[in-house]
């Protein structure tokens, strides 16, 4: 009987987590289409001069590229629940190393320095998500300064995967909202949504981490910026 009051209140959390979820997405899209169907109709009434109509087409462009990450984000969550890893060898250092470089003339435009310390080796992993995982770090390290500053990221070989850092120069975060940040769609209170993003990223790189059987942490002291922790253990190469 125990057993069986256990299954059902597991079964209960689950529904209950499903439909926060659901809730929180279908918010995040209201919130956005919201303001893409509002300056739409703007442009198309009001009589507007060039410099309000780019102002009014910006902020189109810009909601609309948040729902095409928000989409993004949750296919990736879809893919990562609904099949196995596909593990193969492969160095995350190099992998590390060409994403900064592709990822530095970016930031670089918004004053962000982007740079990288790598150890050399080799582990099993799923190349395609790691890379997703260290892109949405970075990504979120980013929104997390705020304006220039920096953004260090550091792979080091573990005897079975490896230990990937990406440490910022922001504000760092309250300590009672660290066992949160991989909740979907959590944000840090006084984060306005297009610092903050949809609040995905996170609960998808810590899917990507406890895949590859490691962890996500975090270390944050307010004013001292912040570091995420990602422990991967796929095995080794």
Known sequence: MAAEQEAV?????VVERQARFVGSYAHEIRTALTAIIGYADLLRLQKLDEGERAEAA???????????????LILDLVVLEGR??????ASPGTLVQGLVKRLAPLYAADGVDLSCACEEGACLME?????SLVENLCENARKALGGPGEVRVTCQALADGCRISVSDTGPGIPPEALDRLA???????????????????LTLCHGIATAHKGSLSFASEPGE???????LHGGAA
């Open 84 to 89: 196995p890893l596909r593990l193969s060898p």
């Open 127 to 131: 190349p395609d998500l790691v890379a």
């Open 225 to 231: 910026g912040t570091t995420v922790i990602a422990e």
């Open 58 to 72: 910006e902020f189109i462009l810009a909601e609309g590229q948040r729902l095409e990450r928000l989409s993004q």
């Open 9 to 13: 209140s597991h079964l209960e959390a």
């Open 183 to 201: 909740e979907p769609f959590y944000r840090v209170e006084g984060a306005r949504p297009s610092e903050g993003g949809a609040g995905l990223g």
